[in-house]
């Protein structure tokens, strides 16, 4: 059983694969805080880093500590609700809730009552994952991502120290810091240390064990209308997320389908194109967008047809091309700013290296216009998926260049790779930096290869 753990505990979604279960030296299941205090002074009395485990759908491989001894701490055993205020507006819990088991326990109270930060992966991604990532969902254009849902966040550190991060004023970026060590909460003070922190962090600063998030009742059914835009070219798609951007047209669902080589799929929706449901009074103001933008066309449609169209864009992540596989080899570009008007020369310029990969360009999707944080800026833009065909040769090493090359790529364009997980190896961005300045007063040995991995121990992780 203590084996089984090791494989099952260090199982992840991402394309870093190749772990060896053994470097998983110790797992730890612990079902409440005393516990998981006991299992932080397991790795340090042996002196090993910890890896926390959500529900190891992030992308990015950072749950798995790659193949270095270490403990891994999983929160699968810490779903409790500590606290549900519906006056107040919050519920406290603990880190390995999903949204979909918290939401279900809110509407078993209030029916209309729910949590609004919902990924895809919403019935498996932990809500500590999902602050470790700063998640989002296709409704983060109205409801913003995982930090802006937050209102305390509870960890430990290496050194078994509570620390308590408050969002003060509804700000992310204040906060009231309390913690059982007074030196360390000075220093972490006057590092202005915020829940922006700890959002998109990875893991690396300590395992959080509880948090308060926002709930908030569902909007009263009121009148909306659907439409769907097609943009007839890759320019005028980017020219129309920008101005629905500018005029802060507020959307309840944004779906996109920027291209798919698919008969079944385009042969339907012609993209690029959008999906798109909106408050009545809105209409004109997005038809005048479209009547500004040559050769676009907008088109009212009924709630079935919209039904159907939000069905096929949802099951796309699923559907193979006509001959072969798709593979999620490089799964998320977040586009935003003036680089939205040259969308055609971003795409041509990606589709270009995954072509130079043996990867042949299959579909790209998205929720747009949507947020995300990079360097605590708040992004507005579109967050793109891109489904590949799976080559017929297909060796670790070509995954791995091919996304070396396509994160470069992004780099050259000002394109944001990976939103969800900010590429968290990457050691030229602020956030990289800052997390690195943190965990010099946090210790060091929570998930310590995310910050100093080198590009051929990634490389060999890849299956
Ligand atoms: C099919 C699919 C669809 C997806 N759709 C979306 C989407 O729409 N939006 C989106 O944002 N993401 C999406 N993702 C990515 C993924 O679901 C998120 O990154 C999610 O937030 C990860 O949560 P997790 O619990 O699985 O965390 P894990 O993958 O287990 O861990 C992620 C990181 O969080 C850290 N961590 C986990 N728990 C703790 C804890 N208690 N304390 C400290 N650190 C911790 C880990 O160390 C790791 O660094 C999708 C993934 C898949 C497979």
Redesign the pocket.
């Known amino acids: 059983m203590e084996k089984l753990n090791r494989y099952i505990i260090g199982a ?2 991402s394309i870093f694969q190749k772990i060896d279960p053994e470097t998983n030296v110790e797992v730890f299941m612990p079902r409440n805080d005393i516990e998981l205090k006991m299992a932080i002074d397991f790795a340090k009395e042996n002196d090993l880093p910890i ?9 990015s491989g ?2 798995t500590g790659a193949s270095r001894e270490k403990v891994v701490i999983s ?1 699968m055993r810490l779903k409790k609700i500590h606290e549900l205020n519906f006056e107040e507006g919050y519920v406290v819990v603990e ?1 390995g809730l999903t949204p979909d088991e918290l939401n279900y326990e809110i509407q078993q109270v209030k029916p209309n009552w729910k949590f609004f930060v919902a ?3 919403r019935d ?3 809500l ?3 602050i ?2 700063d ?4 409704d983060a254009w109205l409801a913003g991502t995982m930090v802006d849902n937050i209102q305390e966040v509870e ?1 430990f550190d290496y050194d078994n120290n509570l620390i308590v991060v408050e969002k003060i004023d509804n700000d992310v970026n204040k906060a009231k810091i309390t913690c059982s060590d007074r030196k360390l909460e000075k220093q972490l003070k006057e590092k202005d240390f915020t829940l922006l922190d700890i959002a998109g962090s ?2 690396v600063l ?3 064990s509880k948090i308060k998030v926002d709930i908030k009742p569902l909007p009263e059914a009121g009148k909306e209308n659907y439409a769907v835009i097609h943009a007839n070219n890759l320019n005028n798609f980017g020219k129309i997320i920008y101005e629905l951007i500018e005029l802060d047209i507020p959307l309840t669902y944004g779906e996109t389908i920027v291209e798919a080589r698919h008969p079944d799929i385009s042969g339907e929706t012609h993209p690029p194109m959008f999906i798109l449901k909106y408050p009545t009074e809105f209409d004109g103001k997005i038809k005048d967008i479209c009547e500004n933008i040559e050769n676009a066309d907008f088109t009212s449609i009924d709630l079935k047809k919209f039904e159907r169209m939000a069905d096929i864009r949802v099951k796309m ?1 699923k559907r193979n091309p006509p001959e072969g596989f798709q593979m999620a080899l490089f799964e998320g570009y977040g586009i935003y700013g003036k680089n939205l008007l040259r969308y055609e020369e971003i795409i041509t310029k990606i589709n270009d290296t995954l072509r130079k990969y043996t990867f042949e360009p299959f579909i790209k999707f998205g929720h747009a216009p949507s947020v995300y944080y990079e360097d605590n800026k708040k992004i507005k833009g579109i967050i793109m998926h891109s489904r590949e065909k799976r080559p017929e040769e297909l060796t670790p090493k070509i995954v791995f260049d091919a996304i070396v090359d396509l994160v470069s790529a992004c780099e050259e364009f000002g394109v944001t790779p990976k939103p ?2 900010k590429w968290p190896y990457s050691k030229n961005t602020m956030k990289h930096k800052r997390l690195v300045e943190l965990t010099e007063v946090l210790g060091k040995k929570f ?1 310590p290869f ?1 910050l100093d991995c080198k590009l051929d121990e990634l490389a060999d992780l890849v299956l």
């Open positions: 992840n979604a890896t926390s485990k959500g529900g190891g759908s992030g992308m950072a749950c929160s880190p990924p895809s992966s498996i991604a932990t500590g994952g999902i470790s990532t998640g989002g969902g296709n960890f990875h893991g300590g395992f959080i992540a969800e997980h998930n995310l």
